[in-house]
T-cell receptor
Framework: AQKITQTQPGMFVQEKEAVTLDCTYD???????LFWYKQPSSGEMIFLIY??????QNATEGRYSLNFQKARKSANLVISASQLGDSAMYFC??????????FGTGTSLTVIP | DTGVSQDPRHKITKRGQNVTFRCDPI?????LYWYRQTLGQGPEFLTY????????KSRLLSDRFSAERPKGSFSTLEIQRTEQGDSAMYLC????????????FGPGTRLLVL
């Protein structure tokens, strides 16, 4: 069975500081992809970053990086230099064989000025 | 704007009524997904299409739910005889069949069943 776990319901970070949002996953498939999405209060899911299970290097996209630790089955999102506009829900998702995406329950991030 | 669009953005209906939502994917995307998201949860997969073919349906999708994508472009999701438990955000996403298929989401349709 595929499962995504996000254990931090809410996180606070000071503006301009870095923050790490945790994500662990469970799958028996050898090949899978891991994704992070941001959902502001408006409701739209915004794609942030992707990591493939065979990728040797951690993915980075601007201020976002994905700390991929395959042995520990973790795919934490690191946001550097937090901005007020980063306040939102963040969802970790996984796609293994088959075509369903599995999402975690999300982490609410609040950036404090 | 070439992103995924959904219509309507909000819908209030009375229990027992039928509702229909529309999704227009990114034009070159051949896969289209429907999700349901309830408060405090991540999106849950409902169904997906590749072109006009509906290839997979979740067990969450009861027989009151039906989805179509007649010409492989836009899709509709219909809920018949709505129940209060159907109140949720309904999200549509589209992707290309390549690589790991990053999905791009629309703004969602928020349904409230009274």
């Amino acid at each position: 069975a595929q499962k995504i776990t996000q254990t931090q319901p809410g996180m606070f970070v000071q503006e301009k500081e870095a923050v790490t949002l945790d994500c662990t996953y469970d799958t028996s498939d050898p090949s899978y992809g891991l994704f992070w999405y941001k959902q502001p209060s408006s409701g739209e899911m915004i794609f942030l970053i992707y990591q493939g299970s065979y990728d040797q290097q951690n993915a980075t996209e601007g201020r976002y990086s994905l700390n991929f630790q395959k042995a520990r089955k973790s795919a934490n999102l690191v946001i550097s230099a937090s901005q007020l506009g980063d306040s939102a829900m963040y969802f970790c998702a996984m796609r293994a064989t088959g075509n369903q995406f599995y999402f975690g329950t999300g982490t609410s991030l609040t950036v404090i000025p | 704007d070439t992103g995924v669009s959904q219509d309507p953005r909000h819908k209030i209906t009375k229990r027992g009524q039928n509702v229909t939502f529309r999704c227009d994917p990114i034009s070159e995307h051949n896969r289209l997904y429907w999700y349901r998201q309830t408060l405090g949860q991540g999106p849950e997969f409902l169904t997906y299409f590749q072109n006009e073919a509906q290839l997979e349906k979740s067990r969450l999708l009861s027989d009151r739910f039906s989805a179509e994508r007649p010409k492989g472009s836009f899709s509709t999701l219909e809920i018949q005889r709505t129940e209060q438990g159907d109140s949720a955000m309904y999200l549509c996403a589209s992707s290309l069949v390549s690589g790991w298929e990053t999905q791009y989401f629309g703004p969602g349709t928020r349904l409230l069943v009274l």
